[in-house]
């Protein structure tokens, strides 16, 4: 790592997290070498082209080659050989047990310890166990090296800004010289930084996750409530979030919390207590709020479209799991339609990121043609061009005049007027 010149970063894996990070260093001036096993990936990122929908980082990328700062390579070998500091950046997906898999990560870092620097530091940001932090180094089998936790925060569509403007850093160091050098790494980024121990860093990592989507499920349970008792839970929860112990944010209740994070991270945390002896009963009843928020939505729609869906077509605006990124995985509105789809409905989907059809579903690539001859209009994901779509129109298309607005988009007042009967998650 000494040496004259621009601080040398490997970044290990280009997903959204990696190549987020890979881009943004680059950006604040550091050498950056991106590796990813993907060979296709590599050479597109090569070409500045990107393969995910994500704001701002196309720029970067592009800034970052055209700079000779940020550079893509196949492999996690090719890049650290010369690094100061290496990222990991590999998925840590659900295993079979609810635990998080932990293969990749030691996978590559008992690829690199024997090339690593004598004074590198390895920097985790995969969200890991508690305790990953020994494992990987074992798994280097580099003594002399730091390894130091540092769990990201980011949010996909707003990863690049969520990366340089961070309401905090978190870095887990057993050595505070190891901690000090990140922070001088991050520089120009302003932020609090919490400096700690590495298993408090991992899990400050879950924990947040755990708690933003204890406050999503929270969210939704006081909507079913709001629609027994007859009150409207977007005005229950604006109530409560001028309240700043409480705060506004991740209180919109929809169609339940999803994405590539929650749903592992939540499972995992309920596994890392219980192999501790902790019966997390909140987080499991989280979950099951969760799961029963999907159903319910399943039911409002097979009663919009007269009592059942079998061989009825049914339109749904929005496929990915929330709005501002193109990514599917663990979609509510995919596990919302496929639902529907056993249940016997035929289902086109209309979403402004997605045009090819998926298994069981046909895609459209205009929002209207969705909507022909529909029973119901269901609408999935938060994308801001629904609320502006001319009603007169989706109405003139439908079979009948049923919308379910999972998000709160649809104006009721205009629905009304188009002739429409709406009904959503927690209005009366
Ligand atoms: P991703 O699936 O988008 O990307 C992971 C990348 O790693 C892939 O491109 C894959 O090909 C590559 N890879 C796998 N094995 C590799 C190896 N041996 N060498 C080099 N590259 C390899 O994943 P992600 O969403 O970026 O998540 C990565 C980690 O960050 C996970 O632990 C996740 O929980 C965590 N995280 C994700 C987010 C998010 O918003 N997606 C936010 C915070 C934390
Ligand atoms: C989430 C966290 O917000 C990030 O801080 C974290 O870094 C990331 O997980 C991770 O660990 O991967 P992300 O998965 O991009 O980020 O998505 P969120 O914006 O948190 O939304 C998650 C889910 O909750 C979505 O399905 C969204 O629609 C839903 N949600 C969110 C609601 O239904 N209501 C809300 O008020 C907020």
């Known amino acids: ?8 970063v490997a970044v290990v894996g280009a997903g ?57 390579v196949v492999g996690a070998a090719k890049a650290v050989t010369g690094a100061g500091f290496v990222f990991l950046c590999v998925p840590t997906p659900q295993g079979p047990d609810g635990a998080a898999d932990m293969s990749y990560v030691e996978a590559v870092s008992v690829e690199i310890g024997p090339l690593l620097e004598h004074d590198a530091i390895v920097v985790n940001k995969s969200t890991v166990p508690v305790g990953s932090t020994r494992v990987v180094e074992r798994a280097l089998g580099r003594p002399g090296v730091a390894v130091v936790s540092n769990p990201e925060f980011l949010r996909e569509g707003s990863a690049v800004s969520d990366f340089l403007h961070p309401d905090r850093i978190v870095i887990g160091a057993d050595e505070q010289s190891a901690a000090i050098s990140l922070v001088e790494l991050f ?13 408090t860093a991992e899990t400050i990592k879950y924990a947040s996750n755990a708690f933003l989507a204890t406050k999503v499920s929270f969210a939704n349970a006081i909507a079913n409530v709001c629609e027994a008792v007859g009150a409207n839970v977007r005005e229950v929860v604006l109530g409560m979030g001028y309240d700043r112990r409480i705060g ?11 994405g590539s994070c929650f749903p592992k991270d939540s499972a995992a945390l309920v596994r890392i207590a219980e192999d501790a002896g902790y019966d997390f009963g909140l987080l499991k009843g989280v979950i099951e709020v969760n799961t029963r928020q999907q159903e319910a939505v399943v039911a409002k729609v097979v009663e919009a479209a007269g009592g059942s869906v ?14 501002g990124t193109d990514d599917l995985r663990d979609s509510p509105a995919l596990a919302v339609i496929g639902r529907l789809v056993a249940a016997g409905a035929e289902v086109t989907a209309y979403d402004p990121t997605r045009r090819d059809p998926l298994p069981g579903l046909s895609v459209s690539s205009d929002p209207y043609d969705a909507c022909e001859d529909a029973s119901a209009l269901v609408v999935l994901t938060e994308w801001d061009e629904f609320r502006w779509l001319d009603l007169g129109v989706v109405r003139s298309r439908m079979a009948r005049p049923r919308i379910v607005d999972t998000r709160g988009l649809i104006e009721p007042a205009a629905a009304r007027r188009a002739g429409f009967v709406l009904s959503g998650v927690g209005i009366p």
């Not at 790592?1 to 040398?8: A, I, K, N």
């Not at 950056?32 to 704001?55: F, M, Q, R, W, Y």
């Not at 605006?317 to 709005?323: E, N, R």
């Open 310 to 323: 079998t061989g009825k077509r049914v339109a749904a605006w929005g496929l990915t799991f929330k709005a």
């Open 1 to 8: 790592m000494s040496g004259e010149g621009p601080v040398r």
């Open 248 to 258: 506004s944010e991740f209180l919109r209740p929809g169609p339940g919390w999803g």
């Open 16 to 72: 959204y997290v990696g190549l987020t990070t890979a881009a943004c260093l680059a950006h604040l001036g550091h050498d950056v070498t991106c590796a990813d096993v993907d060979p296709a990936k590599v050479a597109s990122l090569s070409d500045g082209v990107i393969p995910i929908h994500e704001e701002g980082l196309a720029e970067l990328v592009r800034e970052g080659i055209a700079a000779e700062r940020l550079r893509f």
């Open 187 to 199: 520089g120009a980024i302003r932020s609090p930084v919490v400096v700690t121990d590495p298993p």
